[in-house]
């Protein structure tokens, strides 16, 4: 599927699943979140989450792929203040994924540093309002324990 086949239908067809925040996610067969991205066919330009038209050249010629699990933590802060229903304090951190991606998302765990070795994890950062968890992507250290839990 090519994403100029409309990102309504990306969704079913897919198993792309937008409900945990702005980054496309899917779950493999063993249980492990992938997020999802789109790479211009004209270009060359990757990104996440994925797109109908190229940001970089205004092509529409482009196809959904699957992003890399692990990456490097480019930059990162620990939010102390926040919603009642998120974990405190968090971490938030970009980290640039092998093939040129940059994702903002949750970081697990404490002691960040720049450039540190992370992986992609999926885990609960709160309690929503009838205490039911808030699950999201986020990137653990490369040596913590991946968790295999999915959503559900």
């Known amino acids: 599927m090519t994403a100029n086949e409309g990102y309504e239908t990306m969704s079913s067809e897919t198993g792309v699943s937008n409900t945990l925040g702005a980054a496309a996610v899917r779950w493999d067969d063993s249980g492990q979140p992938q997020l999802i991205g789109s790479h211009c066919l ?77 992986v992609l994890d999926f885990a609960d950062v709160g309690v929503d309002e009838s205490g039911r968890p808030i699950g999201a992507i986020v990137f653990r250290a490369a040596r913590e324990k991946v968790s295999t839990r999915s959503p559900e």
Do not use: M
């Open 42 to 118: 004209a270009c060359g330009v990757r990104l996440s989450p994925p797109v109908s038209v190229c940001p970089n050249c205004a092509s529409e010629t482009l196809e959904i792929e699957a992003q890399p699990r692990t990456g490097s933590l480019y930059t990162f802060t620990v939010v102390r203040v926040g919603p009642a229903t998120l974990f405190r304090p968090f971490g938030i951190g970009y980290v640039d994924l092998p093939n040129g991606v940059r994702v903002l998302a949750h970081l697990k765990g404490e002691g960040w540093a720049i450039n540190q070795h992370v």
